[in-house]
C-alpha cells in the first residue's frame, strides 16, 4: 500500500515534458503542471500565429498563458525531497543499445555514469556512491562509461593489463613481463601513457599552431575579398558613371541630328512649294492665253483676224527651266551615310577597347597556390621542427607584352590524321602539312573532313595558349574551331560557321572570318603568323611575326567548349607549318 502512494507522489511531481522531478512547477488552465522552463521551451517552439497547446491534452490557448508558479506542487516537491523520496527513473535513465549499463543493476539497468578501471566495472549514480564515501575506492581510478574494460584483462593470465611493451608495441599484464616479454623494454602503462601525453601535446601544438595561421591566413583572404568587393563597386560605380555620360553624349547627338534633319526638311519644303506656286500661277497664265488664241484662230472675219493678232501679247521666259534639279529619295543620305560611318568608328572602338578592359580586369584574378606535401617526420630528431607550408595568394600572369611573353605559353601542335582531307599529306610528326595532287591513304574515319583542305589539331586548348605556324605559297587560313564542327557540306568550312575562327592570308593581304562575316586586316606581311588564346577570359588574338610581333586581329567573345587548331588551304602545293 505504502509502494502504491510513493509511486503515486513520484507521478504527481513529474514533468511530462523532462520527466524528472518538478523544477518551479506551474499549472496551466487545462489543469497540467509542468517545469517553468520546459513548458516555455515546448511554447516557444510551436506555431508562431499565437495558438499554444498543452503537451498531454492537446488543449489549445490563445492567446499564450501567463504562467504563474503552483505554490501547492512546489512545497510537496520541497517536502519529498526532505524525505528521500525521489522521482521514478525516466526512460531517458534507463541504458539502451548505445549505452554502458550499470553492472550491479537489477531488472532494467539503468545508465552507467561512471566506470572503475580498477573493479573493471561500470556504476549508475546510485551504486557507484560506495565509491565516493568509502575509503576503500579512492585510489580507484574512475573514466568516462566505456564498453572496452574487458580489453584492459590479458586473455592469457586474466590479470589487469598494466604494463606496456615497448619492444612489442602493446599493452601486457606483469605475468607477461616475466614470461613471454622476459628481456623486452617493458614500463607502467602509466609511464608510457605519460610519454605518449607529452607527444600528444607537442602534435597538438603543432595542429594548434597551424590552426593559427590558417586562420591569420584566412582572415587575409577575407580582407582581399572585401578589398575586391570595394574595388569592383567602385569600379563598377564609376564605369556606370562613364557609359551613363556617353550614352547621354550620344543621345544629344542624336538628338542634334534630329533637330538638323527636321530644320533642313521644313526649309526645302518651303523653298519647293514657292516654286510650285509659281509654277502652278504660270500655268494658269498660260491656259488663259491658250484659250484666247484658240478663240481668234477660229475668227472667219480676216480683217477682225488681222486687226487682233497684234495685240496678242508675246509669251514670257518659262520659269521652270533647267535650273530645276530633282534628286528623288537623295535629300538626306549624306546625313545617312555620315551617321553610318560614326557608327562603324564607334563599333571598332569599342571592340578593340573592350578587349583592353576586359584584359586589365583578368589580369587581376587572384588563385590560392597548392600547399606542399609535408615532409615525413624523421627518428630520433624531435628537437627539430617540421617547416609548414603557407597559403600564398598571388596575382595571375598579366597579358603578354612581348614575343618571349608569349613564348612562355607556347604549346606543341600536331594535327590528327583522322580529321585530314585525303588530299592533305601530313609531315614532321604531323606538324607540317602540304596539299598533294593525289590522294592519300587514310582510313576512313567519322571525322574526317571531306571536300575542302582542312586538318584539326589533336590537342585540344584551354587556359592559355599560344602558337605560331609558318606558311608557303598559296592561301592559307590560320584558325581555330570546336570539336563538333561538321564534316560535310558548307557549314563544316571554317569561314561559314559559328563554330569556328579563321584569319585567311594570301599574298599582301589579310581577311578575319566567322559567320560569313568577312572583315579586312591591314598589317606588315609575314610569312609566319602568331596565334594567342586566352580561352576563360574569351581572347583570340592573330599576329604577324617577323622581327617583331604586330598585332593584326583580337577577337572577344566566350568559348564555351575546348578548342582545336586548324588549317584550310586553297589550292595545291600549299604549305604549312607549326614551328
Not at 539503468?110 to 560506495?130: D, G, M
Not at 512649294?273 to 488663259?288: A, G, H, M, P
Not at 555620315?338 to 571592340?351: F, G, H, N, P, T
Not at 567573345?557 to 595545291?572: C, H, I, K, N
Request: aromatic share 8%; charged share 30%.
Amino acid at each position: 500500500m505504502a509502494q502504491t502512494g510513493d509511486q503515486l507522489n513520484q507521478d504527481i511531481v513529474s514533468c511530462s515534458i523532462c520527466l524528472d522531478v518538478l523544477k518551479d512547477p506551474v499549472t496551466i488552465p487545462c489543469g497540467h503542471s509542468y517545469c517553468i522552463n520546459c513548458i516555455k521551451v515546448h511554447w516557444d517552439g510551436e506555431d508562431p500565429k499565437g495558438i499554444h497547446s498543452c503537451p498531454q491534452c492537446r488543449k489549445t490557448f490563445t492567446p499564450r498563458p501567463v504562467l504563474v508558479k503552483n505554490t501547492m506542487l512546489a512545497d510537496l516537491v520541497e517536502q519529498l525531497k526532505k524525505t528521500g523520496l525521489q522521482a521514478a527513473p525516466a526512460d531517458h535513465c534507463y541504458a539502451g543499445p548505445e549505452d554502458v549499463a550499470c553492472d550491479f543493476c537489477s531488472g532494467r539497468k539503468l545508465k552507467a555514469i561512471k566506470s572503475c578501471l580498477s573493479c573493471l566495472a561500470s556504476y549508475c549514480e546510485k551504486h557507484l556512491q560506495p565509491h565516493y564515501d568509502s575509503s576503500t575506492f579512492k585510489k580507484h581510478k574512475l573514466v568516462e562509461p566505456s564498453k572496452k574494460l574487458q580489453e584492459n584483462i590479458c586473455s592469457d593470465h586474466d590479470e589487469v593489463m598494466k604494463m606496456f611493451c615497448r619492444t612489442d608495441q602493446k599493452s601486457i599484464c606483469y605475468l607477461c613481463s616475466v614470461e613471454e616479454h622476459k628481456g623486452h623494454d617493458t614500463v607502467s602503462a602509466a609511464a608510457e601513457r605519460t610519454e605518449r601525453q607529452r607527444e600528444l601535446e607537442g602534435s597538438r601544438q603543432q595542429i594548434q599552431q597551424r590552426i593559427q595561421d590558417a586562420e591569420k591566413d584566412v582572415k587575409l583572404l577575407q580582407q582581399e575579398v572585401e578589398a575586391i568587393d570595394r574595388s569592383a563597386d567602385k569600379t563598377e560605380e564609376h564605369s556606370q558613371k562613364i557609359f551613363t555620360e556617353l550614352i547621354r553624349l550620344l543621345q544629344k547627338r542624336s538628338s542634334d541630328v534630329k533637330q538638323q534633319i527636321r530644320s533642313q526638311q521644313e526649309a526645302e519644303g518651303s523653298r519647293v512649294k514657292e516654286l510650285q506656286e509659281k509654277l502652278e500661277q504660270e500655268i494658269t497664265e498660260l491656259k488663259r492665253k491658250d484659250a484666247e488664241l484658240k478663240q481668234l484662230s477660229h475668227t472667219e472675219d480676216h480683217s477682225q483676224f488681222l486687226h487682233s493678232c497684234p495685240s496678242v501679247a508675246a509669251l514670257r521666259g518659262a520659269t521652270h527651266s533647267s535650273s530645276i534639279q530633282i534628286r528623288p529619295l537623295r535629300h538626306f543620305e549624306d546625313v545617312t551615310a555620315a551617321v553610318s560611318e560614326l557608327r562603324d568608328k564607334l563599333q571598332d572602338i569599342l571592340r578593340e577597347e573592350g578587349t583592353n578592359i576586359s584584359l586589365r580586369v583578368t589580369e587581376g584574378d587572384v588563385l590560392l597556390s597548392e600547399p606542399e606535401p609535408e615532409p615525413e617526420p624523421e627518428p630520433e630528431s624531435e628537437s627539430e621542427s617540421e617547416s609548414e607550408p603557407e597559403v600564398d595568394v598571388l596575382l595571375s600572369e598579366p597579358a603578354p607584352k612581348s614575343r618571349a611573353d608569349f613564348l612562355k605559353y607556347s604549346c606543341q601542335i600536331t594535327l590528327d590524321p583522322n580529321t585530314a582531307n585525303t588530299r592533305l599529306l601530313l609531315s614532321e610528326g604531323n606538324r607540317k602539312v602540304t596539299v598533294m595532287d593525289g590522294l592519300q591513304s587514310y582510313s576512313t574515319h567519322p571525322e574526317i573532313f571531306t571536300g575542302w583542305f582542312q586538318v584539326l589539331s589533336r590537342e585540344s586548348l584551354t587556359g592559355r595558349c599560344y602558337w605560331e605556324m609558318e606558311m608557303k605559297r598559296g592561301g592559307v587560313f590560320v584558325a581555330v574551331a570546336y570539336k563538333n564542327i561538321s564534316r560535310a557540306g558548307d557549314e563544316y568550312r571554317f569561314i561559314f560557321n559559328d563554330k569556328s575562327w579563321a584569319l585567311y592570308c594570301y599574298q599582301n593581304s589579310y581577311t578575319f572570318w566567322y559567320k560569313k562575316m568577312k572583315t579586312t586586316i591591314s598589317g606588315p606581311q609575314s610569312s609566319r603568323v602568331g596565334v594567342y588564346l586566352d580561352h576563360r577570359a574569351g581572347i583570340l588574338s592573330f599576329y604577324s611575326v617577323s622581327e617583331t610581333m604586330t598585332l593584326l586581329h583580337r577577337v572577344q567573345t566566350t568559348f564555351t567548349q575546348p578548342l582545336y587548331a586548324g588549317v584550310r588551304f586553297w589550292d595545291s602545293g600549299s604549305s604549312a607549318e607549326f614551328v
